[in-house]
């Protein structure tokens, strides 16, 4: 084998260095680094995190993503009264407590014993139907 390979070396070393390096008017491939690639991967990272932000504003506008239950503490409803105040009715252990949230600020607004699942709850469609709601619920 080291005869074989002594005899073929002379002959391979000359024919590397008559071999052409260089071909003229070679096209070369677009540099991973320049602007135009760059800037298609910035447009195309940016789309998608506005894809993601648009989804998750869409979940969480329409209520889509479910709450979850910790513990004795449960979520009923929820409506907004103004940019950043809320009428929320959360439900601890038999009670249910009408709470008004602002930013940095919760009230009790009504203390009521839990509605039987019994009694069929009107659908609240607007923020009239639910005033009116919790208006009478307050009331009796």
């Not at 135009?36 to 998608?48: A, F, N, Q, R, Y």
């Not at 932000?53 to 209520?63: G, N, P």
């Not at 929820?78 to 439900?91: D, F, H, N, P, S």
């Not at 009504?110 to 009694?119: G, N, T, Y």
Request: neutral net charge; glycine residues 6%.
């Amino acid at each position: 084998m080291l005869k074989i390979f002594c005899i073929a070396l002379p002959i391979i070393i000359p024919l590397q260095a008559w071999a052409e390096t260089t071909q003229p008017g070679a096209v070369y491939p677009e540099s991973v680094v320049a602007t135009e690639s760059m800037t298609k991967m910035i447009v195309g990272l940016l789309l998608v995190l506005a894809i993601i932000m648009v989804v998750a504003w869409i979940l969480k506008r329409f209520s889509m993503i479910p709450t979850t239950t910790a513990g004795h503490l449960k979520t009923i409803a929820a409506i907004g009264v103004g940019q950043r105040e809320r009428v929320v009715i959360v439900e601890v252990g038999e009670t249910w407590l009408v709470l008004g949230v602002a930013p940095g600020r919760v009230n009790t607004l009504h203390s009521m014993e839990k509605v039987s699942s019994q009694v069929a709850e009107p659908t609240v469609k607007s923020k009239e139907q639910f005033s009116e709601v919790l208006g009478t619920r307050i009331d009796s």
